[in-house]
């Protein structure tokens, strides 16, 4: 049984566009392409802890639709695992009781190490919505899950990196279950 290896972070959760609507919610601009950037301010500046605030409580951060159905469906093929970076302890903590919540295991890595490359997925399946993992891990298959974030401003030669491009979750079905070759 292939093993697939899937991204939290704008793959399975819809965590930028959570921030982004938090932060627009208190009255607060983005002056950034990529709010997570945000993060790297100061302990007590008002973008930090809204951020730090939402990345330590993963149960309340909105789940991508289809999500949870595909994850039901693929675990039936599957073994599915999670893989994500954590900047903080509270975002390491709040992701691992996750995984936990829907009995999965979870593959954490400090991001300020060298991220997911670290991560032996030889044979497996990749999904995730990072450029940067998509290029560099050494999975057999890369889907590459559409991030509108990234996306903006690059032309289609130079987003579209993966072996395969789901737009969503029911494409990742599709892709993995329904006959599509790969």
Same mark, same amino acid.
């Given at each position: 049984?292939?093993?697939?290896?899937?991204?939290?972070?704008?793959?399975?959760? +819809?965590?930028?566009?959570?921030?982004?609507?938090?932060?627009?919610?208190?009255?607060?601009?983005?002056?950034?392409?990529?709010v997570y950037t945000l993060r790297s301010f100061k302990e007590g500046d008002v973008y930090h802890e809204i951020i730090e605030g939402?990345?330590?409580?993963?149960?309340?951060?909105?789940?991508?639709?289809?999500?949870? +159905?595909?994850?039901?469906?693929?675990?039936?093929?599957? +073994?599915?695992?999670?893989?994500?970076?954590?900047?903080s302890e509270g975002e390491k903590?709040?992701?691992q009781e996750y995984a936990d919540s829907i009995g999965k295991e979870i593959i954490l890595v400090p991001s300020e190490d060298v991220g997911k490359t670290s991560v032996d997925m030889s044979g497996g399946i990749c999904i995730d919505d990072s450029l940067d993992v998509i290029n560099e891990c050494n999975a057999k298959y890369k889907i590459q899950m559409c991030n509108k974030y990234v996306a903006r401003n690059m032309s289609y030669k130079d987003y579209?990196?993966?072996d395969a491009f789901a737009e969503n979750f029911y494409d990742v079905v599709d892709i993995l279950l329904g006959g599509v070759s790969r």
């Open positions: 049984m292939d093993t697939i290896y899937m991204d939290l972070d704008d793959t399975f959760f +819809n965590t930028e566009y959570y921030i982004r609507a938090v932060l627009k919610n208190n009255g607060l601009p983005v002056p950034v392409p990529c939402i990345m330590n409580h993963y149960d309340s951060i909105p789940i991508k639709e289809g999500a949870i +159905n595909s994850l039901r469906l693929l675990g039936t093929e599957y +073994n599915i695992k999670l893989c994500s970076s954590y900047y903590k709040s992701k579209l990196i993966g």
